[in-house]
């Protein structure tokens, strides 16, 4: 069955270092969404990717969607304490079926 | 908007026991989620349904586990007998509008089930 990757599982940085996690698929996607999880709480969306070789950007964050539509990619420029969580993918194979998380990379921050 | 209700927030029960989660969905929404959370599984999903039918139940992973949506604001997910494998955290989520294919799902605070 489909399967969703995610690289690294735990990421260490000093506060104002740059963050990258990675999203691979097993197959080709038709959206893949991104969230966020705080220590102790809930995911939250974050922001979706449709298009083949999409960028899109909210303030540090810019997610990138691969040209095959099989990875992804969320950057943080210059991290902060704020950002501290586990970051998830999670890829809709057909449409219509239901997403498949990543494991999640679990970022750190320290000051 | 009250967002996704769940309940218990935390559950403490004893190996054997039956456990029912509760989930009201956001109001509106048609798709509801059942996931389960745990350091080494990650987030698994368990069963959705769509329109209070089970679309995919492929995720339960045994007959001990079971889940119902008899109306459009309430679903719940019954574990009997629990076990201490069972033992994570449960989240609800509901979809908005009425795509399944592009919607972001709005997840619940969660369950956190403890079996001893």
């Known amino acids: 069955g489909q399967q969703v990757m995610q690289i690294p599982q735990y990421q260490h940085v000093q506060e104002g270092e740059d963050f990258t996690t990675y999203c691979n698929s097993s197959?080709?996607?038709?959206?893949i969404q991104w969230y966020k999880q705080r220590p102790g709480g809930h995911p939250v969306f974050l922001i979706q990717l449709v298009k083949s070789g999409e960028v899109k950007k909210q303030k540090r964050l810019t997610f990138q969607f691969g040209e095959a539509k099989k990875n992804s990619s969320l950057h943080i420029t210059a991290t902060q304490t704020t950002d501290v969580g586990t970051y998830f993918c999670a890829g809709r194979g057909q449409a219509g079926t239901a997403l498949i998380f990543g494991k999640g990379t679990t970022l750190s921050v320290s000051s | 908007d009250a967002g996704v209700i769940q309940s218990p927030r935390h559950e403490v029960t004893e190996m054997g026991q039956e456990v029912t989660l509760r989930c009201k969905p956001i109001?509106?929404?048609?798709?509801l989620f059942w996931y389960r959370q745990t350091m080494m599984r990650g987030l698994e999903l368990l069963i959705y349904f769509n329109n209070n039918v089970p679309i995919d139940d492929s995720g339960m992973p045994e007959d001990r586990f079971s889940a119902k949506m008899p109306n459009a604001s309430f679903s719940t997910l019954k574990i009997q007998p629990s076990e201490p494998r069972d033992s994570a955290v449960y989240f609800c989520?509901?979809?908005?509008?009425?795509?399944?294919?592009?919607?972001?799902?709005?997840f619940g605070p969660g369950t956190r089930l403890t079996v001893l």
């Open positions: 197959t080709t996607l038709s959206n």
């Open positions: 109001s509106g929404h048609n798709s």
């Open positions: 989520a509901s979809i908005s509008g009425g795509s399944l294919s592009r919607d972001t799902q709005y």
